[in-house]
């Protein structure tokens, strides 16, 4: 019993054969890419996301990684959200921490009892082994993108949680804290103190609409 060759012509087998092992060898000879040189692009909902542990964080905070630490940065990027009331443990960092508050208003707290408050914009650098807490003020959430260095593989040294008499002690108003109606004061005075009439129309257009009354301008 003989089989039939798939190919009817032994040359075009032989042709198959040879086409097939230059392939190989071009794709074995084929340079390695120099990854380098290259981006690294972390895709958005690609990372680790998780709710940040009881042992801690009082209340709820969620944790979305965005970037490790690396041999030529070393310091990794997440974002925190906490629910109002939440915070983190006391805590501090050996490489030091850059927090920026995406939005919301927060509070953070230092070992001398000093609480601050802290909005949607600021930036807070904490320098390496300064002991402290962060997290959401009681009436509203708030989210912050944290860059934290590493020293020796480690990014954070944890402490015990924050009492609720630490965290609802004196706190601080940011400098912006201002009511709408005050805010509105500010340039109505500028302008009037410089005779910029022209700026000062609408100043005070503004500051009824905010509130104030002519007896108050």
Known sequence: MSISSPFPDARLASLAILFAAILLSASADEPEKDTSTMQTIYRAGSQES???????????????ILFPANDTAQFSGAYVTFEPGARSAWHLHPAGQHLVVTDGVGRTGYEDGTVEEIRKGDVIWCPPGVKHWHGAAPDSCMTHLALSGKLDGKSVEWFEKVTDEEYGGTVTLAADALTPREQAIIPIAAFTATGELDRLKPALVSGLEAGLTVNEI
């Not at 998780?50 to 979305?64: E, L, S």
């Open 50 to 64: 998780y709710q940040a542990p009881d042992t801690y964080f009082t209340g709820n905070a969620f944790v979305q």
